[in-house]
């Protein structure tokens, strides 16, 4: 009868009560504090004393046991239905969200993302290094008849450059794949032959038809970026462009001839010039994303090696070299002033890049249609070069066309 009494007193006693109760009723042994605050979770509801154990001495191996403790069902059951609706959505959630953020999820190009402060300096720079060094070449050639070798001269300047800047950390090479280098290379070849086929066309065509076909590469660019990239502008963009090319062709209108090999070749080096224009832009601004000082200093060397070989299979190294050994060619004021003439196309093709990446393919094509006019301007000042009526009109409506454009471009970049 006792002991059924018993039996029934324990089972109205609480499992959690009658553990202490044996607990309290064993002998009592030396522990230390860890082992007498530590428990762990069995999973059955109950919470039980760990058993005392050489491991349990060492934090370490305890830490993970209370890291990747889970809840006991008992706890699960306490929760409301309303919390349980809650922590479903969450863990719904959650499993939806990125783990980390695209770098660059707008699809805006990045020309509309600059400050119209920041383009207008940046354009404006480019445009005064371009006209200087135009002028400043026209008086180098005129006693250093080698175009070849002063454009192996102005890559070599670049290249020189780039590799100081490297030097001193302005900016860090990055980890090309072959793919990326074989681009690169076929970026330098582009360089290089867009020179060649100028200077080839030159031979075949007047100037003024020459000016007036490389005031389509803003057409040529269009079409590029419409036919490769899919990439379209407003109709007020194409307008604009329209008293441009009209304006560039009446302010070099002058004596027109052309033979048919020499208007294929204007027609290949303009397509050329905007291909060149458009595929620094996306080297500076897609997936690859480089710097353009690494562009340079990469592309530099090959252009310069490139104009070299040319500079040789076409004669001019060998008149060079003829000239060199001649008495007196080569004074101090004309090797300070190759030096000069160097400087200032390092200077040139760096803002040009930085240009290119900040304002835009098209934007730089239009100014540098602009440029002719100013070019003109300068002719009639300097070396007094005539114009007529019709030029000075052209110039003119180019001007009109420019400050259009500038409009439009302002107005693209509010609305995205």
Known sequence: MTENKYNLRSRSRSPLKLQRERRNSAPKRPSTAFQSSAYSDSGTGNLSP?????LLTQPDTFAPQIRNRTPSPSKEKQRSPVSEKKRHFADVEAQHLPSELPANTSKTPTEYTIPTRTKFLYLAGWFALNLSLTIYNKAILHDFHYPWLLTTLHATSLSVGCFALLLRGYFTLTTLTLRDNLYLTAFSLLFTFNIALSNLSLDAVSVPFHQIARSLCPVFTILIYRLYYSRTYSTPTYLSLVPIILGIALATYGDIYFTPLGFALTLLGVLLSSLKTVVSNRLMTG???????E????MSPLAASQSLILSYTTGEL???HRDLLARGYLTNAKVLALAGNGALAFALNISSFATNRLAGALTLTVAGNLKQC???LVGVAVFKVRVTGWNGLGMGVASIGAAWYSKVELDARGRR
Do not use: E, G
């Open 295 to 298: 562009i340079l200093l990469r």
């Open 50 to 54: 760990i058993q005392a154990s050489p």
């Open 374 to 376: 100013m070019t003109i």
């Open 287 to 293: 997936s690859l994303r480089l710097p353009a000082l």
């Open 318 to 320: 060998a008149l060079f």
